[in-house]
Structures are given as C-alpha cells and as structure tokens.
T-cell receptor, first 116, second 115 residues
Framework: AQSVTQPDIHITVSEGASLELRCNYS??????LFWYVQSPGQGLQLLLK??????LVQGIKGFEAEFKRSQSSFNLRKPSVHWSDAAEYFC??????????????FGAGTILRVKS | DADVTQTPRNRITKTGKRIMLECSQT?????MYWYRQDPGLGLRLIYY???????NKGEISDGYSVSRQAQAKFSLSLESAIPNQTALYFC??????????????FGAGSRLTVL
C-alpha cells in the first residue's frame, strides 16, 4: 500500500524568502503525485500534479515541484513566499488505477507560517 | 455557487446522536468520496462511490455509513456519534476516466464536534 511522509509539521519563513516543503512517498509502481493547499476555513485546492513526463511540474500561485524517483520524493518549492501563502500543505499519492478510481493517500500536512 | 457543497458547515452534537452530513455537486462527476481530517494525521478515506450503485469502504469506515441518493448527492451518516469522531469532514468528487480521474475537487468541509 502506498504511504506519504511529510517530515516537517511546521515551517516558518520570512516573506520574500524561498520555500521548500518535503514529501517522500512509498509506492511500488509509478505514482500519481499531488500537492494540495488548505487555507484556514477552506477546502483543499490543487496546486499541482505529476502523472508522467517532465519531472519538474509547474503549478498555480508560482509553485513548482520536482519528482525524483531515486529519492522517492516530490518536494514543493517557491522562489519567493508571499504572506498569503500561509496555509497547510498536503502531499498525496494516488495509485493511478483508473478502473478503481483515485483513492488518494495523504501526508499529515505541513503548516506554513510566513513572517513579515 | 461552489462546485461541491457540504452541509452543515459546523455541527455540535452529543454522544449517541445520529448525524448526517450532506454533499452535493454540480461538477457532473460520477465519483464521490468522504474523507476525514484530523490534526497530524492528514486526510483519511472513509467511503467512496463510483456511481449510484457502487459504494465502497475506505480505510476507516467503522462507525460510518453512506448513501448515494443521486449522481450529485452523497451523504455520510454517523448512526451513534462518539467523541473520537470529532473531526473535519471533506466531500470530494472526480471524473470517471482519463487522467482527470485522479484529480479531486473538494468541498469546504464540515466541522463536527461530538461532546
């Protein structure tokens, strides 16, 4: 069964600084990988996804993530953080089984705080 | 209006009460899901449904039941609520085929507190 580890529960960065959120997954085949963001009081919004092809994927709000098969990682990055990026971020892995639908497995989340 | 609507958004109830959380969607998606979010645990799948006649248990279905009343409606019930079911519950949908089948659209969540 697949699993996802987000090693950092909380991260605090200064506004304008770069950001990297870590995600490691466990899955036997080629995974479908996702990053979602949850702002306070809101549902989850898809930031970006990786299915195949180019291992560097671009998402919304200036975020990008890089799939590294050798490290089983899918880290999320942003070159310059804005105060509005403060939220909780979830990495997720799907089994890619289109017949059985997408039973996403989520990491525990990383809470991002942005200081001015 | 939101693509995926959950009601109620907040509910406080007592141990032993029956609770229903409702979800409706305008996405036209066949697949619907109920997840539970707990701090430090991320989201865990409770039940999922691929169409009105296809309902499946997720990893934490004990103590919960669901009803798929129509393609657009998927309800989660707690027959006898207990305090450890206090959590934030999310409904989600996805299209049935292609790579989009792996992309979930979430509702805003229903916060349930069981006293």
């Amino acid at each position: 069964a697949q699993s996802v580890t987000q090693p950092d529960i909380h991260i605090t960065v200064s506004e304008g600084a770069s950001l990297e959120l870590r995600c490691n997954y466990s899955y036997g085949a080629t995974p479908y990988l996702f990053w979602y963001v949850q702002s306070p009081g809101q549902g989850l919004q898809l930031l970006l996804k990786y299915f195949s092809g180019d291992t560097l994927v671009q998402g919304i709000k200036g975020f990008e993530a890089e799939f590294k098969r050798s490290q089983s990682s899918f880290n999320l990055r942003k070159p310059s953080v804005h105060w509005s990026d403060a939220a909780e971020y979830f990495c997720a892995v799907g089994d890619g089984s289109l017949k059985y639908g997408n039973k996403l497995v989520f990491g525990a989340g990383t809470i991002l705080r942005v200081k001015s | 209006d939101a693509d995926v609507t959950q009601t109620p958004r907040n509910r406080i109830t007592k141990t032993g009460k029956r609770i229903m959380l409702e979800c409706s969607q305008t996405k036209g998606h066949d697949r619907m899901y109920w997840y539970r979010q707990d701090p430090g645990l991320g989201l865990r799948l409770i039940y999922y449904s691929f169409d009105v006649k296809d309902i499946n248990k997720g990893e934490i279905s004990d103590g919960y039941s669901v009803s798929r009343q129509a393609q657009a409606k998927f309800s989660l019930s707690l027959e006898s609520a207990i305090p450890n079911q206090t959590a934030l519950y999310f409904c989600a949908t996805s299209p049935p085929r292609g790579s989009g089948a792996n992309v979930l659209t979430f509702g805003a969540g229903s916060r349930l507190t069981v006293l």
